[in-house]
């Protein structure tokens, strides 16, 4: 029987404390919607007492979700548990998470009283935080740099005083995962009424070990983890919650499960960070767009006999289509051979050994081999122009007006133009794009990214589209960054057949 672990999300509100990835109150309920189809068991919907809007915020999500439980930031303050316990009145479940620091830096350099004020301020705070709700959690910030005797007497007092969760932070994501996964095996074996809370982990990725120091939270007897999507947050972000989730699901033998149905997790990374305007990187675990690509051609060979050589987890679980073959000069004969076939050719031994040797001259000048350019080294040299081209490309747009762009498209030598409004100059120019072709494209990821620096700097577009499941990438540079756009979106349309 496996046991379950609470997953506790705080994308939208530890998330979303990140400068530049503010969410207004409509693109904040889009989020707790997809963590509630996600399958998170805890929404921290905001802190309400911090401003009007987040306020509305935790109000507004209360009305909008039905399943997980709904809860409020506050800190150990009379008001804030008040104005907390307002924003909740809504909620089916709801829950509010009150706590105060109990390192030493945050008792005498940032509250400025003493050990002992911490405990009862700590015990009144969840003591009255239960007038309002049956559910209250209760964070010990820094714990992880607190002595661990001092933070056990806490730990006790709080769950004496009522608190039904605990949650023991790296605040500063100070700790290695041995001293976390300590830390918290000592609170289970010296706390004597622990078993009447949940143990929970909160760690911050300072250094890098913030999905290290939750699974070991875990294993040592936690039972719920506070994480964000695509592990956004302060400074250097939380623990990611893909993380957490594919780790426990691909070591099975742990006896351990969540609630996630993992084959939404990379929608949900993608819609996070478009609303956040925040790129995940390539590299990125489990959702970056690297994250099942392979371009050295050991790893290709491996890959395409069997799955399993270098990859532990099926990218359909966590809602890719499919691994990606990315030839470069590192690929070998199975890599290039896999994608002639997908083309329709098929060589004997001698004219695949000449196609490859032509083929890694043309690699080393170019750092991505794209289908045109493997038809060229087949001798399927396109005759004339692409068949689609951008001719045209004007745009308007400003503070007081709505943007509108006017695209000209040269189609098999025919230009034809359209007109259409958008969000944006981008937003417009896509959707007239999309208006001449005869194709249903839906935009999967778009990121732009600085080649040198300045406001005459060269930007650099990649975008993925998909069309009847299948994904097609498109790439360009500008000086111009909408005609950049423009172009990657439709170098990725034209590869579609």
Do not use: W
Not at 113 to 136: M, N
Not at 269 to 289: D, Y
Not at 338 to 364: P, T
Request: with cysteine; hydrophobic share 40%.
């Amino acid at each position: 029987m496996e046991e379950k672990i609470i997953i506790f999300d705080t994308t939208l509100r530890d998330g979303e404390q990140v400068p530049g990835c503010q969410l207004n109150t409509v693109e904040k309920i889009q989020v707790a919607q997809a963590l509630e189809e996600l399958g998170v068991d805890v929404i921290e919907a905001g802190f309400p007492i911090s401003s009007p809007g987040d306020f509305n915020s935790v109000v507004e999500i209360s009305k909008a979700i039905t399943n997980p439980v709904i809860c409020a930031l506050t800190r150990a303050v009379k008001k804030d548990i008040e104005v907390a316990a307002e924003a909740l009145q809504y909620a089916k479940k709801k829950r509010i998470h009150t706590g105060i620091g109990v390192s030493p830096y945050h008792i005498e350099f940032k509250i400025k009283t003493t050990p002992e004020e911490i405990i009862r301020r700590a015990s009144d705070a969840v003591r009255y935080a239960r007038k309002f709700v049956d559910d209250v959690e209760f964070y010990a910030e820094d714990a992880g740099r607190a002595d661990n005797e001092y933070l056990a007497k806490v730990i006790e007092a709080v769950i004496e005083a009522g608190a039904t969760v605990v949650n023991i932070p790296d605040t500063t994501g100070y700790c290695l995962p041995t001293d976390y996964g300590e830390k918290i095996r000592f609170l289970k074996n010296n706390v004597p009424n622990i078993d009447k809370a949940v143990i929970s982990t909160h760690c911050h990725n300072d250094l890098g070990m913030a999905t290290a120091n939750t699974v070991m939270g875990v294993l040592n007897g936690a039972r719920q983890v506070e994480v964000t999507m695509n592990g956004v947050g302060e400074r250097a972000g939380n623990t990611s919650l893909e993380e957490v989730v594919m780790t426990l699901k691909s070591h099975k033998h742990l006896g351990l499960s969540t609630g996630i149905n993992s084959q939404l997790i990379y929608r949900t990374s993608r819609l996070v960070s478009t609303l956040m305007n925040m790129p995940v990187q390539p590299n990125k675990a489990i959702v970056g767009r690297n994250a099942f690509a392979h371009s050295s051609g050991i790893h290709q060979d491996g890959v395409l006999k069997k799955r399993e050589n270098y990859e532990i987890i099926d990218p359909v679980e966590v809602g890719v289509k499919e691994s990606s073959i990315i030839l470069t000069a590192r690929s070998g004969r199975a890599a290039l051979n896999h994608r002639l076939e997908l083309l329709g050719y098929k060589f004997e031994k001698e004219e695949l050994d000449e196609i490859y040797h032509r083929f890694l001259k043309l690699a080393d000048k170019k750092k991505v081999i794209n289908d045109e350019d493997i038809k060229i080294l087949t001798g399927e040299v396109f005759q004339g122009e692409k068949a689609l081209r951008l001719e045209l490309l004007q745009v308007a747009c400003g503070k007081s007006s709505v943007p509108v762009a006017t695209v000209g498209l040269k189609i098999n030598g025919e230009v034809h133009t359209s007109t259409a409004t958008g969000n944006g100059p981008i937003d417009a120019a896509f959707t007239a794009v999309k208006q001449l072709i005869n194709k249903t494209v839906h935009l999967e990821e778009f990121l732009i990214q600085a080649i040198t620096r300045g406001s005459d700097d060269m930007g650099k577009v990649h975008v993925q589209v998909e069309h009847n499941e299948k994904t097609y990438y498109g790439f360009s540079a500008n000086t111009d960054i909408v005609t950049a756009s423009v172009e990657a979106f439709i170098d990725a349309i034209a590869k579609i057949k």
